[in-house]
Structures are given as C-alpha cells and as structure tokens.
C-alpha cells in the first residue's frame, strides 16, 4: 500500500482549521447562552454570523425609487363604507341571570394573551350554560416566555365583572369551604373536581352531560385544559352573543396599559421628527406627505425563532442559518418539521411560508404605502434582528415600535412581561387606521374580529399569490404592483360572513352582528 506524507506546509496551512474546529467545541461549554437554541434572551451565535441577504434586491431597489400617485393614497387611507351591519353584542336581549347558581366552575388557560383570551370569553359562556359561577380564570404560565402575569394584571376586573353582571356570576376567588382548589392541588394527584377529558369543540350538551354532575356532587368543577373546548355551531344564539359581549366589550385593559398605549397612538398621529431620517427619506412631494398625516399602519411581523424554524422555508441567512435552526428544530421537536417533505419552492408556490420583513415592504410598498407612512412594528423579538429588518426600514424609515417611541420609565410596568407587551400592541392594533399582519396567528385572527366588529380596515396577505409572485426572479416592479393590487382589491377589510367551524371571535357576522 502506498502511503502519501503530507508536506509540513499542508500541515501547517491544516493547523488553523483544527484549532478553529478546537475552539467550536470549547466555546459552547464557556459560553452556553449564545449557543442554547432554547435562550430567547441572546441570539444563537450561528444564526447571527451571517446578516440575512436580500432576497428580492431587484424589487427592493424599485420599490425604493416608486412614486404614489394622490389618488392612490387617498384611496389607500379611506375608511370602509357601510357594509350593512353593525356592532350589537353589547345590546342583544340575554336570558336573565338565575341567581341561584348550581355551584362554581373553575378554568385554566394556557397560551400567549390571544389564546387566553378566547378560552375567557368561552368560559363566560359555558358558566352560563351550567347556571354556574365563574371563578376569574387562571392564566397558566407561558412556558415560552415565562410570563406570570394574572387576569388581574392584563384585564380590567372590576370592569369585567360589572359588564357582565345581569349574564353570568362571576367571583374573583373562592369562598374559603372551597380554598383548597387550586391549581397546585390539581397538579398533585388526580382529582374527582378535575375535569381534564373535555374535547376540543365540544358541545352544551356534553357539558351538561359530563361536568353539570360533578358540579352537583361536589359544588365545584375545575377544568384543565380549556383551550378551544367549546363548539363554534349549534349553540343558542344568546350564548353566541354573550361570547362576543366579553371579547369586544367586557375584556379591557388595566388603566396602565391603555394609558401607555394612548402617548404611543399621540405619537403616532403627531408629525414625524426628521432627525435620523431625513437622510433617508426622500418625500416625492408636499401632497403625499399630507395625505397620510395623522395616520398610521400598525404591522404585526410574527418573525420569531419557533416559526422560522417551525416552516421549513429559506429565508435567506445562507448555511450557517440553515444550521443553527436545524438544531433548533432538533432539540425541541425531535427535527420534525412542518410541511418537511416539500423544497423551498413548493411552499412557497403554496403559501405556506411565512413573509419576511423584507417581502411584507416590498408587499405595503406595492399596495401604494411610502417613505413617508408612520408604520408601527408590532412583534416580539424578530428572528435575526436588526438586520433583518434593515429592508422594511429602508422602505418605511418611520417605522416605530414600543421603544422607539416611549420612555423606560414609561416601559416599566410592561417591560419583560409579554402578555403586557402583547396587550399594548393590541390597544395600538385597534387605535390604527389600517392593521395587516405578515402571517396569520392569534394576533392575526383576534384583531381581524375584532376591527371587523368595528368596521375597521384590515389588510390580509395572500400568501398563495405573493408566494407564486417572490419565486418569480424576473417580475418588474409594474407587474409585480399590478399583480399585488389586484390580489387585494377584496383583502382590505370588506366583510366575511362565518362559515361553519370558523371561529366566531375571527367572524363575528352574523351571530354577533346585526343587518343595518
């Protein structure tokens, strides 16, 4: 056998690459948190070495060279006409309440704020169908973000329980015969009070059956899990509309939220200050500054870690991202994958990836939004960071966010507390002239409902069509706008008539909605 020497100078040009290869392995046990794919507090040190690309540079550079015609923006800008329905949750005549309650009910709720906030609205609902008394439901702690916060620090109680008075009985905590029902108690041992076999979308019928007896027998009910365990359908309409008397008009803020949110919307609707920004903002004219003054558009970018990881999509960070949410994907599912078994381009073809900063810009810029609209960033940690979003901020140089526009002092009561982080985004959702988010979600479906129940402006991306529009490397500028215009001639608010099944705190016409 022949057997090759290496020259000293391979062994010497080699030696780099060992003691680079050396260095990986120590570097991980020194310095743990920037390589733990479970830390949300630092970025994983492989994601961040390579700044993500521009993947639409050619439309990118268009965009930034576009003009907005007046028309256009007064049209962007304009309210929704009357659809021919209005708002009436909080008016429908309700069965009135038999203050003879047959015992009490308790519910714990996980997820993030949009999540809880649902199952609330659906606990109202079936106290009312048990003839039971609600107890303040008990908000779990978010195993993501480790968020503590109660329903008494998010939600207005004592408004809470006034705006429902004539419905439901509702309590914020129990008598002491029953103080030993807690969530540690439940979390023990398994409990004859603990009902934690209701089916998703179950029905008032199955409540009666299987909680309303142990309810008798012990006085009390408790039920784990209560995420999406209450039927859209076959309900009777006062139920019906008594869920969307607590998602639209009982659930308000704490007065500190609101407050916060109220300087955030001034600020907003105030003249934008030059500095920073006028360097790269060129105004194409003195009218299309003033079409849009005192308006804004809030962008929900859901861009975190667990969804860019979760899609399977490329999203331009090259190989070393590849990597780093590989080994996200790895250690908390196992490397399962959604949608795994299609390339890139076949989810994207399908809509099924979500949009980068950089395409949901290049999508506002298309529909007729300039460098002079007030945009407000409404997101969690962006997978990537500042970089990522270095496209959508050349394009909008006056987009804010939270901390761009408020004080730490006025940050403190809110500050490192999601839910409280999310609930000030949601006031500002609702205050904004126009909202559009980069992916459906939560977020996306709850302010849907909402601003529909408002008749508020809401645009929603067709994820199918921009998908089949960014795989196209060669599109112009004038046919990808035409494109897009086109694609959401019908997406900007008009009204949506629930089907069965849909969610009604997403479509609140017809159950929650009355024919003008």
């Known amino acids: 056998m022949n057997h090759v020497r290496q020259s000293p100078t391979i062994r010497i040009m080699a030696w780099p690459f060992q003691m680079g290869g050396l260095i990986m392995l120590v570097l991980p046990s020194l310095f ?30 268009r965009a930034l060279q576009q003009q907005t015609s007046n028309a256009q923006e007064a049209d962007l800008w304009s309210s929704l006409p009357n659809q021919g329905w209005k ?21 714990f709720l996980d997820g993030g704020l949009n999540q809880q ?56 905590e129990l008598p002491s015969d029953y103080s030993w029902s807690t969530r540690e108690y439940y979390a023990t041992g398994i409990r004859a009070t603990r009902i934690k076999t209701a089916p998703v979308h179950a029905s008032a019928s199955w409540y009666l059956a299987n909680v309303l007896p142990v309810m008798h027998s012990y006085g009390i009910v408790a039920i784990a899990p209560f995420s999406h365990r209450l039927a859209f359908d076959n309900l009777p309409s006062d139920i019906q509309h008594l869920r969307c008397k607590v998602n639209f008009h009982a659930l308000v803020f704490v007065p500190h939220v609101r407050t916060l949110g109220d300087a955030l919307v001034s600020h907003l609707r105030s003249p934008p200050s030059l500095d920073g920004a006028s360097s790269t903002a060129h105004f194409h004219n003195r009218e299309n500054v003033r079409a849009g003054a005192g308006k804004y558009v809030v962008l929900h970018l859901r861009f975190d870690k667990d969804m860019a990881a979760h899609s399977a999509c490329d999203f331009g960070g090259g190989k070393a991202e590849k990597l780093a949410l590989a080994k996200y994907r790895q250690v908390l599912w196992q490397g399962r994958v959604l949608n795994s078994q299609f390339t890139d381009g076949e989810l994207r073809g399908q809509g099924r990836c979500p949009l980068t900063p950089e395409e949901i810009g290049l999508l506002l810029a298309a529909l007729g939004f300039n460098n002079s609209t007030r945009l407000y960033l409404a997101s969690h940690k962006v997978y990537g960071g500042e970089a990522r979003i270095s496209a959508l901020r050349q394009l909008f140089p006056f987009m804010e966010d939270k901390k761009s526009l408020a004080s730490s002092h006025e940050l403190s009561e809110v500050e490192g507390k999601a839910s409280l982080l999310a609930a000030v985004d949601y006031y500002v959702s609702m205050q904004s002239d126009i909202f559009i988010s980069a992916s459906p979600g939560n977020m996306h479906n709850a302010l849907l409902g909402h601003r529909a129940y408002k008749n508020l402006k809401t645009i929603r991306p067709n994820m199918t069509l921009l998908g089949k529009l960014f795989l196209n490397k060669t599109i112009e500028w004038s046919e990808f706008q035409q494109a897009v215009q086109q694609g959401h001639k019908n997406r900007q608010g008009q009204m949506r008539i629930r089907k069965e099944k849909q969610s009604i705190y997403t479509y609140p016409a017809p159950d929650c909605m009355c024919k003008v």
């Open 32 to 61: 743990p948190t920037l390589f733990s794919p479970l830390s949300r507090s630092y970025p994983s040190l492989f994601s961040e070495w390579n700044a993500p690309r521009p993947m639409h540079s050619h439309l990118l550079n």
């Open 117 to 172: 906030r649902m199952g609330i609205c659906d606990a109202v609902a079936v106290a009312k169908i048990l003839n039971a008394t609600l107890v303040i439901p008990y908000l779990e702690v978010n195993p993501v973000w480790q968020d503590t916060s109660s329903f008494a620090d998010i939600f207005d109680i004592d408004h809470f329980i006034s705006a429902l008075s004539g419905d439901v009985s509702i309590v914020k």
């Open 87 to 107: 708002a009436c949750a909080d008016n429908q005549d309700t069965q009135s309440l038999d203050r003879k309650s047959q015992g009490y009910i308790q519910v």
